[in-house]
Every structure is written in structure tokens, then in C-alpha cells.
């Protein structure tokens, strides 16, 4: 920290003294020297994750007629996601951090590579709208620090050719956007128009709006769709990931007191009308670190939801999160406290689950939730009851040889026996009509239509399986004895 009446002292650097986050954390805070300065490390796995400073200025260390305090922020680390939040004042007893003025400290000039250089013009604020700039709100706040400013020119060109760059040199094809939220989406409608233009289509651009709001989340995709150009939407699907969904399964695997039915309704696609063309479905991500609640890890069954995103192709594209797949690392070293323990590496499921979504659910073109709220379809439920499962029937297509498609998910902690009325297709699925279990995982190898029309399902506690229309093979194919005949060019 500097004043015009005392600058930089040529002092040797201090180091902050832990802990220090002051009277909001219950804890004591650090002196500063005016002039010196001090090496800080922001806390980011506690409770308080703050850093608390007291300076106490002497007659001589500021101009009595009017002085500014200088506080120089110097990022070291390759991230930065810290702000001021806080300046209190002793003489007039009043936080007077509206006080605050920020003017942008980067430079990123004569660049090894030649190319990116950017300097505070930038960045915001910047001469165009330092008058006017308050840098509050989802665009303009400081959430991470120094803020891009889409809307001047050189900053978009820079980022569009970077983006370009990455496609020509590197061979990206799919592009995920951080954050979305706090920039605009003329922006990604305008890179988007650029890069179809330059002939590049990406087949994966997601953007991630940390959100469970239906709304913000569909509101987001529209409003980029808005400034594209017909031939970029024609070629080119902005995505956006489900949080709602994803909020969804988390209740259901690990709240056995939460009605798994609100599945149904809750994912993009159910309750903002969604394309799943523009919809990425997840399970798990790196951004739910705490014990609880939404930012939380599912803890119990994630692959329940796997389940779910992998065998309901109108929801969008699925992903697998990397641990869910190989497996939690344990705790250690202060790291990865908030990782469930306890699970397995679900890589042989997920694996199955993929080729049951390539083999019979890819390009289905409905989907029918026969045990939903108010649903036309009966249930006699033996044991086990309709909050704790998911039951849903997909629509025949050309590329499964149109065989229909049974799914069943038993969340709860009890065997599932339940005679379950199906969609008959006008007669077409009539009595005696043959489902096969693909997975091998229920009571039994196959299913007939009854009479009424209803299908016998039987899982155990937390399990799940899927019946494909017609006499099958349990997936997956194993090849355990083959001969072969020679043939011309072929055996």
C-alpha cells in the first residue's frame, strides 16, 4: 500500500501470519507497513477464506488535503479468485469499501509468441467506461478478478483468434465455456458466427452457468442462438449443462426421503422445454467440493444417475465424471477431504450403460415416464413403491430395428416388484409381447405383456436394468470359441 505522500520504502517482503481472517472469522488480523510489502496466501478449504489487514497511518503519511490509498494487487499463482470486500474505516466507524476505485494493473506486452498482446484496454475497467464502469453485477463484478471486456473490439478479436488458433494449430474440436454467466452471450453468438464463417464447427460448445434455474440456464442458450446467424445455427448447437437435472439426482441418491418422480420433471429438457441438442446431462463435476447440500458430491449410488442420463437420450449429451469412472482418490495431504468414500470405480456399468445408449436408446425419438405424477399408466406395486423409482419407456427408431425400450431404476432401499402398465403403441405391443433384460440385472431374463398390458419388473434395492423389445443377448458380447473358414480375400 502507497500514498502520494510516502511510496514504495525498498523494504524486504513480509509474509502474512495464519490465522488472520479477522473479526468475520473470529479470528485476529496482520499489522501492515505502509510502503512494504507482504506475500498472501488466500485461503481457499476453510470455513472463512479471508485475509484481514490493519494499517495505522501517522500524520506524515498522508497529504492532510486530500490523499488516496494505493493498494497494488499482484497475482502469482496461475489463478486468481479474490476480491476486497470490506475496507473499515476508524475514524468515521463505517465500512467505506463503496469507496473503492479499481483500475486495472495488466500488461501483457512483447509476448514470446509475438501474438495475445493486451494491455489494461483490455480489460475492465478501461478508457471507455472507466466513468462509468461500477463493476457490479454478473458481468462487470470482480468474481475473478481482472474482467475481459468483450465489448471492445480488440479484446473479441484477440479472443476469436485465439479460439481459431486452437482449432488450426491444435486440433480442437469442442470448446467448454466457463462462467458464462458473466460475460455476454453476443459475444459467444458472435465468435460462433466467426468460426463457421472461417469454416470451423465444432461439434461440442457447452457453456457452464453455475445455476439450478431452468430458466437462466435455457435463457442462457436462446439468447445465444439470438445473435447467430441462420447458417451458424444450422450448423452449429450451443449447449449448456444441467444443473437442474443434475440437483435432481443428487436429491434422489442421497435424500431417501426425496420423490424421485420430480426427475421427471426437472431437467432442462422437462421443464423449460429444451432441445436435448443443446443440453449436456452430468452426474458429478469438480465444482462440488462441500460436505452437503447442491455443491456437494453424490455420496451414495451416483451410478443410479448414470443410469438415468445414459439410457434417456431426449435429456442431451451425457458425460462421465472422471472419478465416478476410475475411482475416488482418498484424502490426503489436506486434499480431497470432500470426496465420497465407499464407492467403487464405476467403469465396467458406465461401459454396459454406453453400449445399451449405442445398441437401442441412440436416435429414439420420445420418450414416455409411465410412473410419473398423475400418469395415465397403472401400477400395481408389490413392494417397493412409485416415489423411489424411475420408469420410462422409449420409442422405437430405424436404427434399433424400432424394438421398443424398457427402463427401470429402483432409488430405494427395498426390493422393487411392480406390475407396470406400458405404452402399447395403438396394439402394437400387445400380449405376450417379449422385452429382454440386456443387462442381465432383474429377477428375470425377460418380460411378456400381460393381458392388461403391463410388464412384471423386479430389481433389488438400488438397481436398475433395461428391456429391449424382442429375444436378445445380455450385453455384454463375449466371444468364448470361434472357427474360421478360409474364403477368398475374407475368412
Excluded at 505502509?34 to 478449504?45: A, M, R
Excluded at 446467424?229 to 437442474?244: L, M, N
Excluded at 405383456?449 to 450385453?475: C, F, K, M, N
Aim: aromatic share 12%; glycine share 10%; net charge negative.
Amino acid at each position: 500500500m502507497q500514498t502520494t505522500a510516502k511510496g514504495f520504502a525498498g523494504l524486504p517482503a513480509t509474509a502474512e501470519a495464519e490465522p488472520n481472517g479477522g473479526g468475520d472469522c473470529g479470528q485476529g488480523n496482520n499489522p501492515l507497513i505502509l510502503g512494504q510489502d507482504v506475500v498472501v496466501n488466500v485461503e481457499t478449504g476453510g470455513s472463512c477464506n479471508t485475509d484481514e489487514f490493519h494499517l495505522t497511518l501517522a500524520a506524515g503519511d498522508f497529504n492532510a488535503a486530500g490523499d488516496t490509498i494505493q493498494i497494488y494487487i499482484t497475482n502469482t499463482g496461475g489463478y486468481s479468485d479474490h476480491r476486497i470486500y470490506g475496507i473499515y474505516s476508524t475514524s468515521t466507524n463505517s465500512d467505506i469499501a463503496g469507496q473503492l476505485l479499481y483500475q486495472t494493473y495488466t500488461d501483457y506486452s512483447n509476448m514470446p509468441s509475438g501474438r495475445g498482446q493486451m494491455n489494461f484496454e483490455f480489460f475492465k475497467p478501461n478508457s471507455a467506461n472507466a466513468s462509468t464502469n461500477t463493476l457490479g453485477g454478473d458481468w462487470d463484478g470482480m468474481y475473478f478478478f481482472y474482467d475481459y471486456d468483450q465489448f471492445q473490439k480488440r479484446t473479441a478479436d484477440t479472443l476469436i483468434n485465439y479460439t481459431k488458433w486452437n482449432w488450426t494449430d491444435l486440433g480442437v474440436r469442442g470448446f467448454r465455456m466457463d462462467a458464462v454467466k458473466h460475460f455476454s452471450p453476443e459475444f459467444v453468438g458472435n465468435l460462433l458466427d466467426s468460426m463457421h464463417t472461417a469454416g470451423m464447427n465444432p461439434d461440442m460448445v457447452v457453456g457452464e452457468w453455475y445455476s439450478t434455474n431452468a430458466g437462466e440456464l435455457s435463457g442462457w442458450v436462446n439468447n445465444v442462438k439470438s445473435f447467430m446467424d441462420a447458417g451458424t445455427q444450422a450448423a452449429i448447437q450451443p449447449k449448456i449443462f444441467d444443473f437442474t437435472l443434475r440437483e435432481n439426482l443428487r436429491q434422489a441418491c442421497d435424500d431417501a426421503g426425496f420423490d424421485t418422480r420430480n426427475i421427471f420433471n426437472g431437467s432442462l429438457r422437462d421443464a423449460a422445454g429444451m432441445s436435448g441438442f443443446n443440453v449436456v446431462t452430468f452426474v458429478n463435476n469438480h465444482d462440488f467440493r462441500d460436505g452437503s447440500g447442491f455443491a456437494s458430491l453424490i455420496k451414495n449410488h451416483p451410478n443410479l444417475g448414470y443410469a438415468y442420463v445414459l439410457t434417456n437420450n431426449q435429456l442431451g449429451v451425457p458425460t462421465v465424471f472422471y472419478p465416478d469412472y476410475y475411482g475416488y482418490p482418498a484424502a490426503a495431504g489436506g486434499l480431497y477431504g470432500y470426496h465420497p468414500t465407499g464407492l467403487p470405480a464405476y467403469k465396467p456399468e458406465i461401459d454396459r450403460l454406453m453400449q445399451v445408449l449405442k445398441l437401442y436408446v441412440n436416435n429414439s425419438p420420445s420418450v414416455d415416464y409411465l410412473n410419473r405424477f398423475s400418469t395415465p399408466y397403472s401400477s400395481n406395486f408389490i413392494e417397493g413403491n412409485s416415489s423411489r423409482s424411475l420408469i420410462y419407456q422409449l420409442e422405437g427408431s430405424a436404427s434399433n430395428g424400432n424394438k421398443d425400450v424398457i427402463v427401470a431404476i429402483n432409488f430405494g432401499n427395498t426390493i422393487l416388484k411392480v406390475d407396470q402398465q406400458i405404452n402399447n403403441r395403438g396394439g402394437l405391443l400387445g400380449t405376450s409381447t417379449m422385452f429382454t433384460d440386456v443387462l442381465g440385472r432383474s429377477a428375470f431374463p425377460y418380460q411378456l405383456v400381460d393381458a392388461s398390458g403391463r410388464v412384471y419388473i423386479e430389481l433389488p434395492p438400488h438397481s436398475y436394468s433395461v428391456w429391449v423389445q424382442g429375444s436378445l443377448t445380455v450385453l455384454p458380447l463375449n466371444i468364448t470359441q470361434f472357427s474360421a473358414v478360409p474364403k477368398n480375400n475374407q475368412v
